[in-house]
């Protein structure tokens, strides 16, 4: 080992001769490519090249006889030269490297030659007194902290060549009063700027901390173009009210290089990676294996109302929310399928959520209790692929106005509407639901079962439809809908359940368009008057009439309803009188028939 270090070394010694002086700057010098990078004096110091105001970099230099083009300008090459004024750097420099002008505070004015591809890590940081700087179209790729602290810059242009910055590049340019971007990347957004602001389409990439400290931004919407962001992009925005984040969005920076854990530090794979950075502030967790967010940064965004972003926005452990989650008022998931963390996150928004929209997660299935008492909820979209609504879902959510039951819900669990007493109407399979539905309930709906205590206390709900191909109604499905005024029962309903209209004392007629008598219970229609019509097909009035319960309303044919309809619509004088017809909820007024919403029927 020993013999090979020092082979190595003298073949380094060979091809290098560091530190050469030629005219008045030092260079390596690379003798196999017979290349030159500048470089800092013999011995770095504070008082890096001393007395130099002027470097017009040449494009080549001799020594011993030998020609070396100069192709960069390395690590901390002029670091400190605060009498600087002035840099010229040739076409033949393709690399400008880590904090090579860093702390040039009297730097006014540099030219970047044609043929740099990259200026690297903090190159021209805190070069107070630059006010502007043109990036040539070969420039590649920006480093971290390249301009941070360059607070005289007011005007700085990146080339669309550029398809990578580094966070903070331009950290502390407060002189710089416009975003700076180009085609591909959002790399600042000055600190004062105010108001709302939509990242323009197209760009792909956001740059770390791109918006960080801009306390008086209220909104912001990233373009679909972007597929991932750094860490920390919104952290300390404060003032942020509203954020959209699309779908097309796979997750934000993996904390400090991509890292990840699986029971250890082996073994990685893309869902241990590290990727709820984007409000910063994070910390690995090096026992579960996942990032957490520390206390004391846990109100880094206190005032976020609005939020449309994939699941993983909102996908960190249950003790680690950092956004603030007593100011969420609307909440849109665009992505992803929720877990455990994400149904955590919205429980513990129950006093602000007015709004919830998941209608695009690819859950089938939800958490028992997901959604229970968020009760200033007033409108809740489930996902479109949900097969089944869980144990009390959506309980307690008191001020849930409508609810549409997906198409693809095969089973309405126990208690899974529990006390939303507030719903005002149902709809079903995505037909539009009673009150008003102009056509009969979606065909393509798979609801089966309505389980016990389903819709419990739902005062406020007039009018029920339920569609074709429910069998099963459990008990007290609908107990306590004391404001229900009628309701449709499909044709293929078999059993419902012991006070499952128990307390609907406001009902005025029921069609049920099941042949076979569905099988009732003695307190199934519970202080239902029993003089109210109950419609249902002609030739099985006789059944109807022959049931043990069944019987004690006054049972109709589905013609005896159309007759009714046809003979207040033949005259105008006839009182205004609302029917039900085929399940459709009618107003007969002055010889003419309107749906509830005040739509004629022709």
């Known amino acids: 080992m020993f013999t090979l270090f020092f082979a190595l070394a003298a073949s380094v010694g060979t091809m290098f001769a560091d530190g050469t002086k030629i005219g008045d700057l030092y260079y390596n010098l690379n003798a196999t490519n017979q290349t030159a990078e500048v470089t800092y004096e013999l011995k770095y110091s504070a008082n890096n090249y001393k007395g130099l105001t002027t470097a017009d970099i040449p494009a080549s230099v001799t020594y011993s006889g030998t020609t070396y083009r100069v192709t960069s300008i390395g690590w901390r090459a002029f670091d400190g030269c605060s009498g600087l004024t002035s840099v010229t750097i040739p076409n033949s420099v393709t690399s400008i490297g880590s904090s090579a002008f860093s702390g040039c505070r009297g730097l006014t004015s540099v030219t970047i030659g044609s043929s740099v591809t990259s200026i690297e890590f903090g190159a021209f940081s805190n070069c107070s007194s630059l006010t502007s700087i043109e990036i040539p179209n070969s420039v590649t790729s920006i480093g971290e902290y390249a301009f941070s602290g360059c607070s005289g810059l007011t005007s700085v242009i990146i080339p669309n060549s550029v398809t990578s910055i580094g966070g903070y590049a331009f950290a502390g340019c407060y002189g710089l009063t416009s975003p700076v971007y180009n085609a591909h990347v959002f790399a600042y957004m000055p600190g004062s700027y105010s108001g709302a602001y939509t990242i323009p389409d197209g760009i792909a990439s956001i740059a770390d901390y791109a918006f960080e400290g801009c306390s008086s931004l209220t909104s912001i919407e990233f373009p679909a173009s972007v597929e991932y962001f750094d860490e920390g992009v919104i952290n300390g925005c404060t003032g942020l009210v509203s954020i959209k984040i699309p779908s097309s969005v796979l997750s934000s920076g993996e904390y400090y290089g991509a890292e990840c854990v699986n029971n250890g530090w082996n073994d990685c794979d893309e869902y241990y990676m590290y990727r709820y950075t984007i409000a910063g502030n994070v910390r690995g967790n090096f026992d579960s294996g996942l990032p957490y967010i520390h206390e004391s940064d846990r109100n880094s965004l206190p005032n976020l109302k609005i939020v449309e972003a994939p699941v993983w926005f909102f996908d960190v452990p249950e003790d ?191 069609v049920c368009n099941a042949t076979t008598p569905p099988a009732i219970q003695a307190k199934t229609f519970y202080d239902v008057n029993r003089l109210i019509p109950v419609y249902v097909p002609d030739e099985s009035v006789t059944s109807y009439e022959s049931d043990e319960y069944w019987q004690e309303f006054d049972i109709q044919g589905a013609s005896d309803l159309e007759d009714a309809v046809n003979y207040t619509t033949d005259n105008p004088a006839a009182a205004v009188t609302k029917v039900m017809l085929d399940g459709q909820v009618l107003i007969l007024r002055n010889g003419k028939t309107y749906t509830i919403q005040g739509v004629e029927v022709k």
């Open 320 to 510: 680690s929310w950092a956004f603030c989650p007593k100011s969420l008022e609307k909440v849109i998931v665009n992505r992803g399928e929720l877990n455990d963390n994400v149904f955590g996150v919205i429980s513990r928004s129950y006093k602000t959520l007015k709004s919830l929209n998941v209608e695009a997660v690819s859950n089938t299935t939800l958490a028992d209790e997901a959604f229970k008492d968020n009760y200033n909820l007033t409108e809740l979209i489930l996902p479109a692929n949900l097969t089944s609504v869980s144990y009390m879902a959506v309980a307690g959510c008191k001020n849930l106005k409508a609810i549409t039951i997906p198409a693809s819900v095969e089973v309405i669990e126990a208690s899974a509407f529990e006390d939303c007493r507030s719903i005002q109407s149902i709809t079903f399979g995505g037909a539009a639901g009673a009150p008003g539905r102009t056509a009969a309930p979606a065909a393509s709906s798979q609801l089966k079962k309505i389980g016990n205590w389903a819709f419990y206390n739902a005062h406020e709900l007039q009018h029920l439809d339920i569609p074709e191909g429910v069998e099963e109604i459990g008990d007290g499905a609908f107990y306590g809908c004391t404001y229900l005024e009628d309701m449709v029962l499909p044709s293929s309903i078999r059993a419902i359940g012991d006070n499952c209209f128990a307390l609907c004392g406001k009902l005025t007629k029921i």
